[in-house]
């Protein structure tokens, strides 16, 4: 069975600092990973998906990166604003059922 | 293009109700999950549906139904509502899941009490 871990549960910066979110897998056989942002009360808006066969990709100053071997990967957010507060979950696809496995998130603080 | 939508966005309902909440997908897609969102238990899912069946089921007791419909809006049913089932609940639709991922609706909050 899947295992997503995502560290640190929570993160408080100040503006302007570049950053990394840890996703972490059990399982390396995977689909696809995809990163996602939550609102407070929000519904999560996607951010990057990651292929299995791929190892990163970006989008603005977002980078997601995949190492299936050691079942990790990262975003990176560049020059945080306060705007990038949220919370940011990954989602590891993998399995014969197709149902993602989420992790719990990681609450980010960006202040000013 | 249009998003996932979900309605209501809040419902207050009362213990031992009822409730139906409604997901309308993106244009074209024909899988919708469900999931149930608490600050407790996170993220959980509760079925997908794909072409009007249940595709797949996660470990929800019977209260939590699920159907879609030939246009592939789906719908959630809660029986007999309890105070631990006030959450967030999402709905995603996705074309592909293995090439393109998720796409959520904002959820609805359903507060029981």
């Known amino acids: 069975k899947q295992e997503v871990t995502q560290i640190p549960a929570a993160l408080s910066v100040p503006e302007g600092e570049n950053l990394v979110l840890n996703c972490s897998f059990t399982?390396?056989?995977?689909?696809?990973l995809q990163w996602f942002r939550q609102d407070p009360g929000k519904g999560l808006t996607s951010l990057l998906l990651i292929q299995s066969s791929q190892r990163e990709q970006t989008s603005g100053r977002l980078n997601a990166s995949l190492d299936k071997s050691s079942g990790r990967s990262t975003l990176y957010i560049a020059a945080s604003q306060p705007g990038d507060s949220a919370t940011y979950l990954c989602a590891v696809n993998s399995g014969g059922s197709y149902i993602p496995t989420f992790g719990r998130g990681t609450s980010l603080i960006v202040h000013p | 293009k249009a998003g996932v939508t979900q309605t209501p966005r809040y419902l207050i309902k009362t213990r031992g109700q009822q409730v139906t909440l409604s997901c309308s997908p993106i244009?074209?897609?024909?899988?919708v999950s469900w999931y149930q969102q608490t600050p407790g238990q996170g993220l959980q899912f509760l079925f997908e549906?794909?072409?009007?069946?249940?595709?797949n089921k996660g470990n929800f007791p019977g209260r939590f139904s699920g159907r879609q419909f030939s246009n592939s809006r789906s719908e959630m049913n809660v029986s007999t509502l309890e105070l631990g089932d006030s959450a967030l609940y999402l709905c995603a639709s996705s074309l592909d899941i293995v090439l393109v991922g998720y796409t959520f609706g904002s959820g609805t909050r359903l507060t029981v009490v």
């Open positions: 244009s074209g897609h024909r899988s």
């Open positions: 549906y794909f072409s009007e069946t249940q595709r």
């Open positions: 399982d390396s056989a995977i689909y696809n």
